[in-house]
């Protein structure tokens, strides 16, 4: 549907966020108009050339703030919600962003007349020991009883060239002198590319899979974190010893990191709970085709794209001669 021959405006929240500028640039090639919501508009204007003149247009908005999220959300036909964070800072808490805010997003979409894309992750339960969980968990539940079209997406860990997974463990393994093994690295992670989660919002917004359903996305092979860990050091061409962690020392750790102030804690004792549990997508998804490959998207590897970002990482960056390790 177009309004006075424009294209659909599509909302989307947290759009200069890892996954959500990737959202805005596959809906901006989609053709749609694309509203970016956040709470610092004058730090997105990277956003602007991913469409032509006019198409993408910056809005300050805040999930604390019930008119600003009003605001940004009226005259849209699709708002998408990739608003989420990893850690506890300041106001921005768990309960405040990922449950409360989307009860004022919820709000206002349906005041809008609006459907509703939103990201969650694998894991979300309200009955979680995980603070994190518990709220994405809780919004979810919020997202459904009010608005059952909604689609509802659960990526694993998310990677691609700006994550804040692969590229964290390849900065340690260039500075610290060994690389820990959390609850010995046993845990089970399905890695999705980040455009695979872009292009499955892009066809949730085009309409093209079924609404009112949750989806687990996955990509195309399992690992374990220690997986994780010996990918990233052959990678890098760096070598370093794997130490395994209990999950109790591990908290402790994290406790104390987060108590620090004006710095992003390496691990969070909420992250460590995370790991107690395996993060894949579960066998009810399969079956039923709630995951890429059942609405039609092969899932990327991330075997075959951590090395186009990962590589400055190595000792001499692209010029690192192959099996040469530090």
Do not use: W
């Amino acid at each position: 549907m177009t309004i006075n021959n424009l294209p659909p405006l599509v909302t989307v929240f947290g759009g200069s966020g890892f996954v959500g500028r990737q959202v805005v640039r596959t809906l901006a090639k989609r053709g749609y108009r694309v509203r970016v919501a956040v709470r610092r508009p004058d730090l997105a204007g990277f956003l602007l050339p991913a469409g032509y003149v006019g198409q993408i247009s910056l809005v300050q908005a805040n999930l604390r703030y019930r008119d600003s999220v009003l605001r940004a959300v009226e005259g849209s036909a699709h708002v998408v919600n990739c608003i989420g964070i990893l850690f506890e800072s300041g106001r921005n808490t768990f309960d405040g962003v990922q449950d409360i805010g989307v009860k004022t997003l919820v709000e206002a979409v349906k005041a809008a007349g609006a459907k509703l894309t939103h990201v969650s992750a694998i894991g979300a339960d309200v009955n979680s020991a995980s603070s994190y969980a518990r709220s994405k968990g809780r919004a979810e539940a919020t997202i459904q009883a009010a608005l059952p079209d909604a689609v509802i997406l659960r990526p694993s860990v998310v990677f691609g060239a700006d994550d804040s997974f692969f590229n964290r463990f390849a900065s340690m393994a260039r500075t610290f002198p060994f690389l820990p093994l959390i609850g010995g690295g046993h845990t089970k992670l399905q890695p999705v590319f980040v455009e695979d989660v872009a292009e499955t919002v892009g066809r949730s917004v085009d309409g093209s899979i079924p609404s009112g359903k949750i989806y687990e996305l996955g990509g195309g092979e399992v690992m374990t974190m220690r997986d994780c860990m010996e990918t990233v050091m052959r990678v890098t061409a760096r070598k370093k010893p794997l130490l395994s962690l209990p999950f109790g020392v591990a908290s402790m750790i994290g406790s104390v990191a987060s108590m620090v102030p004006l710095i992003t804690p390496p691990i969070t004792a909420d992250q460590v709970e995370l790991l107690k549990r395996d993060n894949v997508v579960s066998d009810a998804a399969e079956k039923e085709g709630r995951t890429l490959a059942g609405i039609g998207i092969t899932p990327t590897l991330a075997t075959s794209v951590l090395a186009s970002y990962l590589v400055r990482y190595r000792p001499q960056g692209q010029y690192t001669g192959s099996g040469k390790a530090a």
